[in-house]
């Protein structure tokens, strides 16, 4: 009943900036916690932030904190996630999440995902 699709990604250079998009359907975004995930090649899937369903308290991995911010605006159907001074070691697949029953950090928590937006930092 819920489809996400991200937006943004692309090729940066360490030490730059880039900003995500997710947009939802339906009139129920508000009632669903939103979580960003990443997917290195090689690697498993690994929680980036999370923030809850009116967008007052947010969560972070240690390995973004400072850097990376996330948001959400229930009117426009829409989560962000703002990344700054950017490393190699973020390059990576990132998923937007949705979670009916809270903001949490594990993957098998959220009900709906996207399909996903290529995020490649040059050294």
């Known amino acids: 009943q819920m489809q996400l699709v991200e937006s943004g990604g692309g090729l940066v250079q360490a030490g730059g900036s880039l900003r995500l998009f997710c947009a939802a359907s339906g009139r129920t975004f508000s009632m669903y916690g939103m979580g960003w995930f990443r997917q290195a090649l090689g690697k498993e899937r690994e929680f980036v932030a999370a923030?809850?369903?009116?967008?007052?308290?947010?969560r972070y991995t240690d390995s973004v904190s400072g850097r990376f911010t996330i948001s959400r605006d229930n009117a426009k159907n829409t989560v962000y996630l703002q990344m700054n001074s950017l490393k190699p070691e973020d390059t990576a697949v990132y998923f937007c999440a949705a979670d009916r029953t809270g903001w949490g950090t594990r993957a098998n928590e959220y009900d709906y995902w996207g399909q996903g937006t290529q995020v490649t930092v040059s050294s």
């Open positions: 923030i809850s369903w009116g967008g007052g308290t947010t």
